[in-house]
């Protein structure tokens, strides 16, 4: 169960959601999977959720992410960096496994 910068542990809630993925963030959360050691996909796929939502509450107040080159449009930032997804796909080709081509998450992030 996650825990609130305060010290509170987060509640889950009883709405069950499902949805079907599309094959590659199946392909995706294998990789967190196995890189970080999770058994389930439930957490992951929260962490997941609660990463994107905060980045859009961030958007959403004019905040802008540093990593993100200035001046520049997701089409053009799409074409500048390589394809992760790609470069996965390569390396599964020539035998190394997802968890390889997958960065470590930091210790806990999964918790």
């Given amino acids: 169960m996650a825990v609130r910068p305060g010290g509170r542990k987060r509640s889950l809630s009883k709405k069950v959601s499902s949805f079907n993925m599309y094959m ?3 392909y995706q959360i ?3 999977m196995e ?3 999770e058994v389930k996909d439930a957490p992951v796929i929260r962490e997941l959720l609660d990463e994107a939502l905060g980045a859009r509450r961030r958007k959403a107040l004019g905040f802008t992410d540093s990593k993100e080159p200035p001046g520049q449009g997701t089409a053009e930032t799409l074409h500048t960096h390589p394809d992760p997804l790609a470069e ?3 390396a599964r080709r020539a035998g190394i496994s997802w968890a390889e081509c997958w960065p470590k998450a930091p210790a806990g992030s999964f918790d």
């Fill in 30 to 32: 294998r990789a967190i």
């Fill in 88 to 90: 996965a796909n390569e």
């Fill in 24 to 26: 590659d963030q199946v």
């Fill in 35 to 37: 890189a970080t050691g």
